[in-house]
T-cell receptor, first 116, second 116 residues
Framework: DAKTTQPNSMESNEEEPVHLPCNHS???????IHWYRQLPSQGPEYVIH???SNVNNRMASLAIAEDRKSSTLILHRATLRDAAVYYC?????????????????FGQGTILTVHP | ETGVTQSPTHLIKTRGQQVTLRCSSQ?????VSWYQQALGQGPQFIFQ???????GRGNFPPRFSGLQFPNYSSELNVNALELDDSALYLC???????????????FGPGTRLTVL
């Protein structure tokens, strides 16, 4: 799996936008960019994913650089509930016996602290 | 819609013992993946099951084994427990799309295993 690089930690104030960066300079043309987050004492939670174009959903937006070597997860108005570890992951799905599977390769992630 | 559930929540075992952890997939999902998360680290992929067969494995020894049942629930078995097996064990289910790179995984809350 291609590697990603994220800052160890970031801080934000409540109700302000948060931009979480991720570098993936060795991304291949078929890798999808996924973001998951893990709230304290919970399993990881899917946030968003994309391939080339920017993506929006009810949780966040994903901005992908034109060369795809970096991306940014955008939380438009941070809340205290958004305090979590955010993981940027490249999914490359490996073919095995004619079927494909996709494991998630988690790095260290970015610890996001949100101040009231 | 029922989410991913895992049992038990917590478990304490001694070195050399065997343990079985259980996972019920989200309704409609046919693929189950297992992850190990040591304290302060991101989750590490153990293996994935699809149609009751192991389909993809991470860097874990054979004493880590699993099963998937016709109702898509799953078990993780660990034999000859070692102290380093102490971790949070996470189960994730997904509905295998044609492109595994694009699928999303839904995680349970995990089972906290302590080996003494």
């Amino acid at each position: 799996d291609a590697k990603t690089t994220q800052p160890n930690s970031m801080e934000s104030n409540e109700e302000e936008p948060v931009h979480l960066p991720c570098n993936h300079s060795t991304i291949s043309g078929t890798d999808y960019i996924h973001w998951y987050r893990q709230l304290p004492s919970q399993g990881p939670e899917y946030v968003i994913h994309g391939l080339t174009s920017n993506v929006n959903n009810r949780m966040a937006s994903l901005a992908i650089a034109e060369d795809r070597k970096s991306s940014t997860l955008i939380l438009h108005r941070a809340t205290l509930r958004d305090a979590a570890v955010y993981y940027c992951i490249l999914r490359d799905g490996v073919d095995a016996g004619g079927t494909s599977y996709g494991k998630l390769t988690f790095g260290q992630g970015t610890i996001l602290t949100v101040h009231p | 819609e029922t989410g991913v559930t895992q049992s038990p929540t917590h478990l304490i075992k001694t070195r050399g013992q065997q343990v079985t952890l259980r996972c019920s997939s989200q309704s409609g999902h046919n693929t189950v993946s297992w992850y190990q998360q040591a304290l302060g680290q991101g989750p590490q992929f153990i293996f994935q099951y699809y149609r009751e067969e192991e389909n993809g494995r991470g860097n874990f020894p054979p004493r880590f084994s699993g099963l998937q049942f016709p109702n898509y629930s799953s078990e993780l078995n660990v034999n000859a427990l070692e102290l380093d097996d102490s971790a949070l064990y996470l189960c994730a289910s997904s509905l295998r799309p044609r492109l595994a790179r694009a699928d999303t995984q839904y995680f349970g809350p995990g089972t906290r295993l302590t080996v003494l």
